[in-house]
């Protein structure tokens, strides 16, 4: 027997790790793809664990990044891997840790994840969308992730430690092939060399430290970053829920538990019953809702939020909160009206303190729907009023452009609230949905 009876608890062990392993894989797995680089996601292999862990896309969305354009006649750029190309098609230069240096010629250049910068001189002003714009400097040096010509520039000298060569047809080449070594039948290679092109290309340099003098005007912006934000609003929106619901729902509850009216049986449970399953009429609701928003001209105030969401789930909360209370003996509700305690003295010093787990249980579900709610949120608020959910969801507007790997983090970051309250508060849930089915 007890053989049979340690295998069957071992098997219902496992059996058990394994429906939780499957239910919880997706959280890994977006965990995994939240530490890759941005744009790893689809591979034909499954990686448990990810080979390139990085936090670049958690930096991303939280402090973003700076970008700019450059216009200068003068500039020096240092680059690990930068490719040159022919507008007209004619040659393709690869450059390994070399330095490509622009003379005497308009160039307009595109920067993108500036690290690190320092700018002398010039007028600064700011624009209407938040950008900075300097004209006129004396000197620039910019640490970016990569730069890239808009425009084809003229005159520019490249050298490198390897220079890959690879053209279309060797007449009427602007390249001087003399540096150069044959290794194929378009490819040439030159080690060490400076080869200058006077007809120039279109640069796309990527790890580069750019250098210029006396440019003519920088415009600096920044992406992304914005999380606190809308972290922020979220927050307001579902603290604001929390407390409006519990000012609401607690003497809303003490009342169908304890006290005597018409109506006190059914009310409730139809009330509860209507607005839970009112399907088409929920979307009427919506409409009327949305009309009269717009007549108050309280459209676009994230604090009508929390009193629309507090509105919506008192029945169920107060339902849930009505049966913890019914499982508290009368008996102290008695002991405190004899020593002269009112409805109010009794709710906040004796049932309040007793029936915290419900408190607690109602208080999770009221932030959980507050801090997810999407369709209002939505509806009502502006784009510079967003909450994360609505954050979250425009992101996905672009399916072709969006990056899985920046999404997966904020997915994560958007769960972790509501991870760590039920964490925090799992022992008085636990019980508040227990004890309230119990009656002496």
Same mark, same amino acid.
């Given at each position: 027997?007890?053989?049979?009876?340690?295998?069957?608890?071992?098997?219902?062990?496992?059996?058990?790790?394994?429906?939780?392993?499957?239910?919880?894989?997706?959280?890994?797995?977006?965990?995994?793809?939240?530490?890759?680089?941005?744009?790893?996601?689809?591979?034909?292999?499954?990686?448990?664990?990810?080979?390139?862990?990085?936090?670049?896309?958690?930096?991303?969305?939280?402090? @973003?990044?700076?970008? @700019?354009?450059? &216009?200068?006649?003068?500039?020096?750029?240092?680059?690990?891997?930068?490719?040159?190309?022919?507008?007209?098609?004619?040659?393709?230069?690869?450059?390994?840790?070399?330095?490509?240096?622009?003379?005497?010629?308009?160039?307009?250049?595109?920067?993108?994840?500036?690290?690190?910068?320092?700018?002398?001189?010039?007028?600064?002003?700011?624009?209407?969308?938040?950008?900075?714009?300097?004209?006129? @400097?004396?000197?620039?040096?910019?640490?970016?992730?990569?730069?890239?010509?808009?425009?084809?520039?003229?005159?520019?000298?490249?050298?490198?430690?390897?220079?890959?060569?690879?053209?279309?047809?060797?007449?009427?080449?602007?390249?001087?092939?003399?540096?150069?070594?044959?290794?194929?039948?378009?490819?040439?290679?030159?080690?060490?060399?400076?080869?200058? %092109?006077? +007809?120039?290309?279109?640069?796309?340099?990527?790890?580069?430290?750019?250098?210029?003098?006396?440019?003519?005007?920088?415009? %600096?912006?920044?992406?992304?970053?914005?999380?606190?934000?809308?972290?922020?609003?979220?927050?307001?929106?579902?603290?604001?829920?929390?407390?409006?619901?519990?000012?609401?729902?607690?003497?809303?509850?003490?009342?169908?538990?304890?006290?005597?009216?018409?109506?006190?049986?059914?009310?409730?449970?139809?009330?509860?019953?209507?607005?839970?399953?009112?399907?088409?009429?929920?979307?009427?609701?919506?409409?009327?809702?949305?009309?009269?928003?717009?007549?108050?001209?309280?459209?676009?105030?994230?604090?009508?939020?929390?009193?629309?969401?507090?509105?919506?789930?008192?029945?169920?909360?107060?339902?849930?909160? &009505?049966?913890?209370?019914?499982?508290?003996?009368?008996?102290?509700?008695?002991?405190?009206?004899?020593?002269?305690?009112?409805?109010? +003295?009794?709710?906040?010093?004796?049932?309040?303190?007793?029936?915290?787990?419900?408190?607690?249980?109602?208080?999770?579900?009221?932030?959980?729907?507050?801090?997810?709610?999407?369709?209002?949120?939505?509806?009502?608020?502006?784009?510079?009023?967003?909450?994360?959910?609505?954050?979250?969801?425009?992101? %996905?507007?672009?399916?072709?452009?969006?990056?899985?790997? +920046?999404?997966?983090?904020?997915?994560?970051?958007?769960?972790?609230?509501?991870?760590?309250?039920?964490?925090?508060?799992?022992?008085?849930?636990?019980?508040?949905?227990?004890?309230?089915?119990? &009656?002496?």
């Amino acid at each position: 027997m007890r053989r049979s009876e340690l295998g069957k608890t071992v098997a219902m062990t496992l059996l058990a790790l394994v429906v939780m392993g499957i239910i919880l894989f997706p959280v890994y797995y977006i965990f995994t793809i939240s530490l890759k680089p941005s744009g790893a996601l689809a591979t034909t292999q499954l990686e448990l664990i990810p080979r390139n862990i990085t936090l670049e896309n958690y930096r991303e969305i939280f402090f @973003g990044h700076e970008e @700019g354009v450059l &216009k200068t006649r003068d500039f020096t750029l240092k680059t690990e891997d930068a490719v040159i190309t022919d507008p007209l098609n004619r040659f393709r230069m690869e450059v390994k840790n070399g330095k490509i240096e622009g003379k005497r010629s308009s160039a307009r250049l595109s920067l993108s994840n500036i690290k690190t910068k320092k700018i002398e001189g010039g007028t600064k002003r700011m624009k209407e969308d938040g950008s900075t714009v300097i004209v006129g @400097g004396r000197y620039l040096l910019i640490k970016a992730g990569r730069i890239s010509a808009v425009l084809g520039v003229r005159n520019i000298n490249v050298s490198g430690e390897k220079i890959i060569l690879t053209v279309s047809d060797t007449k009427n080449l602007p390249v001087d092939l003399s540096k150069f070594e044959k290794t194929g039948n378009n490819t040439y290679v030159a080690r060490g060399a400076t080869v200058y %092109l006077p +007809q120039g290309g279109m640069i796309d340099a990527r790890n580069d430290i750019l250098e210029s003098k006396n440019f003519e005007y920088i415009v %600096l912006s920044k992406v992304g970053g914005n999380v606190w934000g809308y972290m922020k609003r979220s927050l307001i929106i579902a603290s604001l829920t929390v407390l409006l619901t519990l000012l609401l729902v607690i003497p809303s509850a003490y009342s169908f538990s304890r006290l005597k009216f018409f109506g006190r049986e059914h009310t409730l449970y139809f009330y509860l019953m209507f607005t839970q399953v009112s399907g088409g009429l929920g979307i009427a609701g919506l409409v009327a809702l949305y009309g009269m928003l717009v007549k108050l001209h309280l459209t676009n105030n994230i604090y009508v939020l929390p009193v629309i969401y507090s509105a919506g789930s008192v029945p169920f909360n107060t339902w849930l909160l &009505k049966g913890y209370l019914d499982s508290i003996s009368t008996d102290f509700d008695e002991a405190a009206l004899v020593d002269g305690a009112s409805y109010l +003295q009794i709710i906040r010093h004796v049932l309040v303190p007793m029936a915290l787990p419900g408190i607690a249980t109602v208080a999770v579900f009221a932030f959980i729907g507050g801090w997810t709610e999407l369709i209002l949120a939505n509806l009502l608020l502006s784009e510079n009023n967003y909450p994360l959910t609505v954050w979250l969801y425009t992101m %996905l507007s672009n399916l072709r452009s969006i990056s899985w790997n +920046q999404f997966a983090a904020a997915a994560l970051i958007f769960a972790l609230p509501v991870f760590i309250m039920f964490l925090l508060s799992q022992n008085y849930i636990r019980s508040g949905l227990t004890l309230g089915g119990l &009656k002496e």
